[in-house]
């Protein structure tokens, strides 16, 4: 039987009993101190977990209790599932919903509160593949450039900002959370260094390469920065020096779309899918592109990089022996 977690603080649920609600408080705890989940995930699972007690609860007229959420039957959890599609959820956000039901049942399982056999009969929903769209790279290139912004009231400094964290976001891959997560310390001076150390998903680090040009737009942005950059602090702050809202670099996105001819869906994580899919275009190594991404499985990263059959053919007609 696995150790156990001290719980949250009781959550109170009207359509569950107390043990019932306790033991998703401990399940909650576990998910952050033993599988290290994210705040955003964490809370995803929960709302899903309630969504689905409070089906349940009226489904069988009454409070959900341990005993008979274990007995719980493949109908049952169809039923909560078709409800759920009726309100229009996707395909991803019923997979979600279903991923943590059956983390509930198998920590339920682990700490012999009861086995829920009924939810591993259950087939994950179909969901579309639906591929990101790479911006142009020479759109991406003026997305990262100060002198787009030239006419704008705001500071010159805010201009080298934005122009530094999307040339982070393009150059190096990264997420805005990762971008703008990063302290004065972890990025080298231009001529001193060509890597950063991210802190990405589930708080784990990875070591991503990172171009000189990209550290003298930085570096530009310091030295114009009218606000103090402590070496432990973050190196890239709002107009009033506190940590800079990833909001506010979609907005200037959001702006400079329209100027740059490009569509709506130029936004800063399509700067991350674009380094991806240039980098694939001509000749990266997809396992390398994984790496580089933070993604834990590959097929992540085939998606991400929007890999067609053109691609896969083309790769083979050059790379198989018996050609």
């Known amino acids: 039987m696995a150790k156990p977690v001290p719980a949250l603080q009781p959550i109170e649920l009207d359509c569950a009993d107390e043990g019932l609600a ?16 994210s705040p955003k995930t964490l809370e995803a699972y929960a709302r899903d977990l309630r969504q689905c007690l409070v089906f349940l609860a009226g489904h069988w007229g009454g409070k959900v209790t341990l ?29 979600r919903a279903l ?50 912004r030239a006419g704008e009231t705001r500071d010159p400094w805010i ?13 190096s891959g990264l997420r805005i959370s990762e971008a703008l997560g990063l ?11 060509d890597v950063i150390i991210v802190t990405g998903k589930g708080n784990k680090t990875r070591m991503v390469p990172v171009l000189q040009n990209v550290l003298a737009l930085i570096a530009e942005y310091i030295a114009m920065c009218p606000h103090p950059l402590p070496p432990t602090g973050p190196i890239f702050v709002g107009a009033r020096g506190g940590p800079l809202s990833p909001r506010i670099i979609q907005l200037t996105m959001a702006r400079l779309r329209g100027a740059l001819g490009v569509p ?15 980098l694939l275009s001509r000749g990266g190594d997809l396992r390398s592109i994984q790496e580089l991404l933070g993604h834990a499985s590959l097929s992540t990263t085939q998606i991400y990089t929007g890999i067609d059959a053109e691609r896969l053919l083309e790769v083979y007609k050059t790379a198989h022996p018996r050609r």
């Open 67 to 95: 005993k008979r959420f274990a007995a719980l039957e493949a109908t049952d959890i169809r039923a909560f599932m078709a409800m759920r599609r009726a309100d229009d959820i996707g395909g991803r956000s019923l997979m």
């Open 22 to 37: 306790r033991e998703m408080a401990r399940w909650l705890t576990h998910l952050r101190a033993e599988r290290r989940l």
């Open 99 to 148: 991923a943590g039901l059956r983390s509930f049942g198998r920590f339920l399982e682990r700490e012999g509160k009861g086995r829920v056999g009924a939810l591993s009969a259950i087939r994950a929903p179909k969901i579309g593949k639906s591929l990101p769209k790479p911006i142009q790279i020479a759109a991406a290139r003026r997305f990262a450039d100060a002198d787009e």
């Open 264 to 278: 709506d869906s130029a936004t800063p994580h399509a700067l991350r899918h674009s380094f991806a899919t240039h």
């Open 159 to 171: 201009w080298a900002r934005d122009a530094a964290v999307m040339a982070l976001l393009y150059g």
């Open 183 to 193: 302290k004065r310390q972890d990025v080298p001076r231009p001529g001193e260094g």
